[in-house]
C-alpha cells in the first residue's frame, strides 16, 4: 500500500513540475516567471524528501531544508529588487 501511494505521490510531482515549467515559459510577467521558478523548488524540495523516504537516507532531509532557506532568501532578494524598481 505504501508503494503505491509513494508512486502516486511521484507521478503528482511528475505533474506539479511539468505545469510549472509551462508557466515558467508563458508567463506574461516577471512576478509570474519568479512565482513560478519558486513553485519548482519548493517541488524539489518535495522529490528530495521523497528521494530520503525511498532510499532510507534521512540525511537528504537536511539538505532538503537547506535548500528551502536558500530559496526563500533568494525570493525575498529578488522581491526586494523589483521592488526598488531597477
Known sequence: MAEIILRIAAVLIFFAVLFSIIRLILGRTIVDRIVA??????????????????????????????YGLLSFLAVLAVARFLENGR
Do not use: Q
Open 37 to 66: 521558478l519558486d513553485t519548482l523548488t519548493v517541488i524539489s524540495i518535495s522529490l528530495i524528501a521523497l528521494y530520503a523516504h525511498v532510499s532510507g537516507r534521512f540525511a537528504y532531509l537536511d539538505v532538503a531544508l537547506v
